[in-house]
């Protein structure tokens, strides 16, 4: 693996399932990040830590949950989705806690629809 | 509260240069990044300014004004795989990035 890939690309669920949308990356990297980028909006956190073992809410938690219990994973779950997020989903990472210049990497995204 | 303000889209021609601005108002400063988003692709980091003044690299630019709340990207001689969305996003006082709708070039030939 070379940087941050997530899981699934895509996935169409029905209201009220649980859905967890996973996240690795390879490059040792502090901190992560949970996203997600709705036509006409910005990229909007959801959740982020900024080291293993913690985790901060974003702009947007509600209805998602997330656990980083080592360096590398950072799954974040739905417990019981509704179509208000169908969304794409991204996760990232940054070295250091994003201080300095240290940029935001990307994985590929997760397209999700809440039916 | 924050915000982060863009053109929604603009159009430009190959070979050309194009000025993508960016104004904010938020708690706090420490940092600006713009980044590159190809559609249905992931955003990828293009600059990073945290002082005033223009920062160059390569065919592209980016300036700070922060007594202004202001930044722009400027991109010369356009390619047509320069098209793609052109996010702005701020650091904010809790080190979090804060993000513009992004601006949608269009390049023609």
């Known amino acids: 693996i070379a940087g941050i890939t997530q899981a699934p690309t895509s996935q169409i669920l029905a209201a009220g399932r649980r859905m967890t949308l996973r996240c690795t990356q390879d490059?040792?990297?502090?901190?992560m990040y949970w996203y997600r980028q709705d036509l006409g909006l910005g990229l909007r956190l959801i959740h982020y830590?900024?080291?293993?073992?913690?985790?901060g809410k974003g702009e947007v938690p509600d209805g998602y949950s997330v656990s980083r219990a080592n360096t590398d994973d950072f799954p974040l779950t739905l417990a019981s989705a509704v179509p208000s997020q169908t969304s794409v989903y991204f996760c990232?990472?940054?070295?250091?806690?994003?201080?300095?210049?240290?940029?935001?990497?990307f994985g590929p995204g997760t397209r999700l629809t809440v039916l | 509260g924050q915000n982060i303000d863009q053109p929604t889209e603009m159009t430009a021609t190959e070979g050309a240069i194009v000025q993508i601005n960016c104004t904010y108002q938020t708690s706090g400063f420490n940092g600006l990044f713009w980044y590159q988003q190809h559609a249905g692709e992931a955003p990828t980091f293009l600059s990073y300014n945290v002082l005033d003044g223009l920062e160059e690299k390569g065919r592209f630019s980016s300036f700070l004004s922060r007594s202004k709340g202001y930044s722009y990207l400027l991109l010369k001689e356009l390619q047509m795989k320069d098209s793609a969305s052109y996010l702005c996003?701020?650091?904010?006082?809790?080190?979090?990035?804060?993000w513009g709708a992004g601006t949608k070039l269009i390049i023609k030939p």
């Open positions: 490059m040792r990297h502090n901190a």
């Open positions: 830590s900024n080291t293993a073992g913690t985790t």
């Open positions: 996003a701020v650091r904010d006082s809790n080190y979090q990035l804060i």
């Open positions: 990232a990472s940054s070295d250091s806690g994003g201080s300095g210049d240290n940029e935001q990497f």
